[in-house]
């Protein structure tokens, strides 16, 4: 099979996904709402927070458009695939830290394996459509996007008044949807539609940032400095 036709699997496959939105949420802890306004709890620069979440988010889509370099060749991976993937890996771990000063660790740790299996789920796409399979990219393609909403319902159980479910939805599969045309791009060798694709990916992901660190702040405002 050539590479158009493989890219055209791809593309197909995602253009005809329906995707089923799970009834998902997470609650925040009682002691982690308690130790809002807690005394001892020490209080957060609100600069300092929203530049630190930028920082989480543009680590995750830095490092994958890296793993998309690095697997996206039809032969082999480039060499640098392991650490990469243990790289990007981290940060959904690290941005499930991020969480836990305010929602708990059970909290945190939902939003990491939601956020692994979203990056694990990616890579499984591409694994897929450089194989040439429609099934399995067909079926990649469907959990990619239902992992997406089950994410958004994640974060919206967190922070149910800034975090809306559909807004949410909308912002993480414009998310994938740009990563999608990343991925398509580079597999293609237009690597100046790659390369503006990434830029679309960054601006986007900052908006999400944003309203993480904006809906926190306003959950929490005792938390951090006025």
Wanted: glycine content about 6%; cysteine-free.
């Amino acid at each position: 099979m050539t590479r158009s036709s493989r890219l055209g699997i791809l593309g197909g496959a995602l253009a005809s996904v329906l995707v089923v939105a799970l009834a998902a949420s997470v609650a925040p802890p009682a002691e982690a709402a308690k130790a809002d306004g807690d005394p001892g709890v020490a209080k957060l620069d609100r600069g300092a927070f929203h530049d630190a979440m930028r920082k989480l988010w543009e680590d995750h889509i830095v490092w994958t458009r890296q793993y998309i370099v690095s697997a996206a060749t039809l032969d082999a991976d480039l060499p640098d695939i392991g650490p990469t993937t243990d790289r990007l890996l981290a940060n959904q771990a690290d941005i499930g830290d991020a969480l836990r000063p305010f929602y708990g660790d059970e909290a945190g740790d939902a939003v990491t394996a939601l956020l692994r299996d979203h990056i694990l789920g990616a890579a499984a796409l591409i694994t897929a459509a450089k194989a040439g399979d429609p099934t399995a990219t067909a079926a990649a393609s469907a959990a990619w996007y239902t992992n997406a909403d089950t994410i958004a319902a994640a974060l919206h159980g967190l922070n149910p008044d800034a975090w809306d479910t559909a807004h949410m939805q909308a912002m993480m599969r414009a998310h994938l949807d740009r990563t999608l045309e990343e991925a398509v791009a580079r597999l293609e060798g237009r690597y100046a539609d790659d390369i503006a694709a990434y830029e679309a990916v960054h601006v986007d992901i900052l908006a999400m940032a944003d309203m993480l660190s904006d809906g926190i702040i306003e959950q929490f405002p005792a938390r951090f400095h006025r």
